[in-house]
């Protein structure tokens, strides 16, 4: 089963919210989830990489994907195990992240959430998941 994270690019008490990632991640693996879709732009996708990048010390059938929204964009070696280019050729470079966005919640059966406010790129892919009645993990709330 996939997994996809999407959050804010700048983190508010980010050891608060590692730890967070950290009691999600541990727990999603557990339910047997092994793949994890990962954006790559913002502090909380770093956040997110970076722990599933320590969870594969314990767990080494776990896969960290980066989901890139453009060809040309270079990959920082060490936190993927490989990278995806969704079919994003015909879209405009401006609207590349927010249709990246998209595909990662349609191609995951998971969202994990770091949404405080309700504009921006990682509130309109929050709205796009509850659109396609995703199951939705949001900070600061634990798994139900």
């Not at 722990?51 to 059938?61: G, I, N």
């Not at 989901?67 to 040309?72: D, Q």
Request: glycine content about 6%; aromatic content about 12%; hydrophobic content about 40%.
């Amino acid at each position: 089963m996939y997994v996809t994270f999407c959050g804010h690019r700048n983190v508010d008490r980010p050891e608060q919210v590692a730890q967070w990632l950290h009691q999600v991640v541990t727990a999603l693996i557990a339910e047997g989830n092994e793949q994890f879709y990962l954006g790559g732009y913002g502090e909380f996708d770093q956040m997110a990489a970076r722990e599933v990048r320590f969870q594969k010390q314990r767990y080494p059938q776990v896969r960290s994907i980066l989901v890139t929204p453009y060809l040309s964009r270079k990959i920082p070696a060490g936190l993927y195990d490989k990278t995806v280019y969704p079919p994003l050729e015909t879209v405009p470079p401006k609207l590349a992240i927010l249709r990246r966005n998209q595909w990662m919640v349609e191609h995951a059966e998971t969202v994990v959430a770091y949404v405080l406010y309700d504009w921006g790129g990682a509130a309109a892919t929050l709205q796009y998941a509850e659109k396609k009645k995703k199951r939705i993990l949001r900070y600061p709330l634990l798994i139900p």
